[in-house]
């Protein structure tokens, strides 16, 4: 099927609900700017976004160490 006959087929469809909640979706969805993906950032509490953020505050300042480092330190409690 063609792009064309894709969106005919895509428009006879939508013509034919009666579900005010589904032509609501489909609004929203139309309105979306192209590419949009939603963004989790705003979706998450102010606690969860203080510590992502104290998290990069920390990097920047150096004040993190590599998988590796954790791994040696904790080595004896992470055996097999």
Do not use: F
């Amino acid at each position: 099927m063609n792009l064309s006959a894709e969106k005919l087929d895509i428009i006879q469809r939508i013509c034919e609900i009666q579900d005010n909640d589904l032509i609501d979706l489909i609004k929203n969805i139309l309105t979306v700017p192209n590419g949009y993906k939603s963004d989790w950032w705003s979706n998450i509490s102010q606690e969860e976004m203080a510590s992502i953020n104290r998290g990069l505050d920390d990097l920047q300042q150096g004040n993190a160490h590599s998988h590796d480092q954790i791994r040696r330190k904790y080595e004896k409690w992470l055996k097999d």
